[in-house]
């Protein structure tokens, strides 16, 4: 994907075969990034390389989506499967580009 600048502000270009998945439901392999404390995680990040320092993100926000389960999943420093519902997101003001919903772990 690229970056554009719009309104002083960098907005996503997403290419169509991204945008084709919006709203799909999809599985996605990737590393935990827990938002909270305890093993037991329902919203977290998923980032596409293990993360090497509990401080640094492994990537940019291209690299990354955002995680809501319906039902928790166990904390995992080792990569995890989670399906959901895939959301291309135009203007988060968190400033993510991806989201999963309705997400569960996959075994």
């Known amino acids: 994907m690229k970056t554009r600048i719009q309104n002083r502000r960098i907005v996503p270009v997403y290419p169509v075969a991204v945008t084709a998945l919006d709203q799909k439901t ?7 990034m827990p938002l909270g404390p305890g093993e037991q995680q329902r919203h977290f990040l998923l980032a596409s390389v293990p993360l090497t320092c509990a401080f640094c993100t492994p990537g940019g926000p ?6 809501r389960t319906v039902k928790p999943v166990k904390y ?3 990569a995890v499967v989670v399906e959901g519902k895939f959301h291309v ?3 988060d ?5 991806y989201r999963f919903t309705e997400a569960s772990g996959v075994k």
Do not use: C, N, T
């Open 76 to 78: 995992s420093q080792a």
């Open 26 to 32: 999809i599985r996605l392999q990737g590393f935990m």
């Open 62 to 67: 291209e690299s990354m989506v955002e995680v």
């Open 93 to 97: 003001p968190s400033g993510l580009y």
């Open 89 to 91: 997101l135009q203007k």
